[in-house]
Structures are given as structure tokens and as C-alpha cells.
């Protein structure tokens, strides 16, 4: 094998990642080795290539990013059972630590020690990519690299959209990027009754009303008031999904909420953001946080979702080859693209 690979790095504190040379990782006994195929562009990468402050506090120099991927096993470490040479995969990009109470109550997603692949360990956008065989997801044969490259972000939309009970149930979704997209189709497959997405990026609910059976509200230009009463709903939203870190969204939320209604939250407000909580204690709403994916649990639910019908392909607007990588993140930082995917072959 090569003993040298592409990779694109943070190797300037500046605006950009640059197309590098770097060894092959090595694998140490209980890794593998992946050749990458495709990997998905994030809104994290969009943070690391944009240096703001969080990535400037967080990221290392030099650090090879990407952590949404899918390719193949071409190494195995000495002590790795159960994956074999050959094998299509995508993986799990968080790394856990195996000492805290909630890892060994094996609550994996919800380890304090937790290391992310092309954030703070090297990432998937290389050639290769050195992963624990612990967090390597093996891909059935129907679903293609394209797909296996944006498990990750699903895994986010499928996380939160199964934090709560959705059969016949009425969702409000706050923020159509390509996870809120992605969520939405997720709640129409489980059964919900009515889903409704929105954003003031017209583009974006364009994208969603075409992806999934949702209804798109611009928020901007329309009431949601009016939309309950289009849709006869009597009471308000029974469950929302907060995805874009918006405030006056997650207030619009609770304002349309039943009582008793129920949130997860994946968006990140910028900062402190300040909470009518009165109205939240007398709705008597239950918030919760939504965190990366559940290891493994969303893994396989989502895998046996595609299996079964759930089709969110739309949601992939761009493709590029690697040479072409800089309009990838261009298109991503426009804000009007879905999913870009990175093709390494
Ligand atoms: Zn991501």
C-alpha cells in the first residue's frame, strides 16, 4: 500500500482548508484502516473553514478535517473480530472514552470524554481514515457510498426525531437546513399526521417540500396561526423539533405548542439566550437536548428506516470531485445548498 495520501487540513490560522500530503495513518491493534470513498460536507466544517471563534479554541493547527464519510476496509487490526477486508462501512465519528458512569451503563453517546474525528482527532476528509473497529458501521449493499457519506447528519435528524412518540402526532420543525429537512422526512415515515417545516431561506423550504411530504412555511411572510387553522388543528403542535439555533424560532415553538407539548432541541442558540420559562412551567413542555446520535442504536434504526422506504436522497443538492473541493464549501457557505458530498475516487 501507499505510504502517502491527500487530505484536506486546517494548516493555516486563516479562512480555508488546504489540499495536503500526509503518511497513511497507522492502525494500532483494535482499529481498521478505510479507504474513503465519499464524505459529506457539515456545518462544522463550515465553522473550521471559516476559523471563527469556536474553531479557533477548539481545532488544532494542522488537524486533518471531515467527519461525515463512507468508504471501505482495507486494513484490520490484529485484535479486530467480526469485519473483514473488502467491507463497505461509514462509522461513528464520536470516540468515547470507556471510564465514565454513562459509558459503562453503555449510555455511549452521553460520555463526557468523548473525541470527535475531524475536530479534535484526525478527521475523514483523506484518503484514509484510521477508526476504532468499535465504531465502524457496516453498510448493506442498498445502501450506496452517497448515502452511507451522510449517515451522520441523518443520525442527528433521526435522534432527535425519534426522542419522542410521533405515531398520529402533529410536528412543528424550526429550521430547514439539511438535518431539519431530513427529520422531517423521518416523521412522516414513523406515522406523524401533519409536519410542518420552517425557515425565512425560501430556497431551503423549496428543498424541503420537495424532499419530503411536509408542509414548508415561510415564516417571514406567514403566520402559523393561520397554518394550524389550513390544517385543523385544534390545540397547537404536540412535538417540536428546534434545528436552527434561533431564538425568536424556539419562541414561536413554545407559543404553538399544546399544553403538555413536548421539544428536542439539536439547534445551538449563539451564546446565552434569554427563555420565557413562566410560559414553559405553565405549558408544562418538556425540552430536551439532543446530543450526536444514539451509539448504536440510531445507527440501526436509521439503516433499517432506508431499508424499509425512507428516501431522503433529495437532500443531497451538490456533488464535486475532490479536486473541486473549494466550490463545495462555497456552495455549502451560500446557504442555499442541501448536502454537498466529496468524491475521493
Ligand atoms: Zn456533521
Redesign the pocket.
Known amino acids: 500500500m501507499r505510504n502517502d495520501m491527500k487530505a484536506l487540513a486546517k494548516t493555516k490560522p486563516e479562512t480555508g482548508l488546504w489540499l495536503d500530503h500526509r503518511p497513511v495513518p497507522g492502525i494500532g491493534p483494535d482499529d481498521v484502516l478505510i479507504r474513503i470513498r465519499k464524505t ?1 460536507i ?4 463550515i465553522h473550521i473553514w471559516n476559523w471563527d471563534e469556536w474553531a479557533a479554541r477548539t481545532v488544532p493547527l494542522g488537524l486533518v478535517t471531515g ?2 464519510f463512507a468508504g471501505e476496509i482495507v486494513e484490520l487490526g490484529r485484535n479486530v473480530e467480526g469485519l473483514t477486508i473488502g467491507q463497505r462501512c461509514s462509522g461513528e ?1 464520536h470516540l468515547i472514552g470507556k471510564q465514565s458512569r454513562q459509558s459503562r451503563a453503555g449510555r455511549f453517546h452521553l460520555d463526557p470524554a468523548t473525541r470527535g474525528i475531524g475536530v479534535n482527532e484526525q478527521g475523514a476528509f483523506a484518503e484514509y481514515l484510521r477508526l476504532p473497529a468499535f465504531n465502524v458501521v457496516p453498510l448493506p449493499d442498498e445502501i450506496d457510498d452517497e448515502i452511507g457519506a451522510i449517515l ?2 441523518l443520525g ?1 435528524a433521526v435522534h432527535t426525531a425519534l426522542s419522542f412518540d410521533l405515531v398520529g402526532e402533529d410536528v412543528l420543525i424550526t429550521g430547514a437546513g439539511p438535518i431539519g429537512v431530513m427529520a422531517a422526512a423521518v416523521a412522516r415515515h414513523v406515522g406523524a399526521r401533519h409536519v410542518v417545516i420552517t425557515d425565512v431561506n425560501q430556497d431551503r423550504l423549496d428543498l424541503a417540500g420537495k424532499v419530503a411530504d411536509v408542509m414548508p412555511v415561510n415564516v417571514a411572510r406567514q403566520e402559523l396561526k393561520e397554518v394550524e387553522g389550513a390544517l385543523k388543528m385544534k390545540e397547537g403542535f404536540d412535538v417540536g423539533m428546534e434545528m436552527s439555533g434561533n431564538q425568536a424560532a424556539l419562541d414561536q415553538m413554545i407559543e404553538n405548542l399544546v399544553m403538555g407539548g413536548r421539544i428536542a432541541m439539536l439547534g445551538i442558540p449563539p451564546g446565552k439566550s434569554p427563555v420565557d420559562w413562566s410560559r414553559i412551567v405553565f405549558k408544562a413542555i418538556t425540552i430536551k437536548g439532543v446530543y450526536g446520535r444514539e451509539i448504536f442504536e440510531t445507527w440501526y434504526k436509521m439503516i433499517a428506516m432506508l431499508e424499509n422506504g425512507l428516501d431522503i436522497r433529495g437532500v443531497i443538492t451538490h456533488r464535486f470531485k475532490l479536486a473541486d473541493f473549494r466550490d463545495g464549501f462555497e456552495v455549502m457557505r451560500s446557504g442555499k445548498s442541501g448536502k454537498v458530498v466529496l468524491d475521493w475516487d
Open positions: 459529506g457539515c456545518g462544522t466544517d467527519h461525515e465519528g451522520d447528519p442527528n
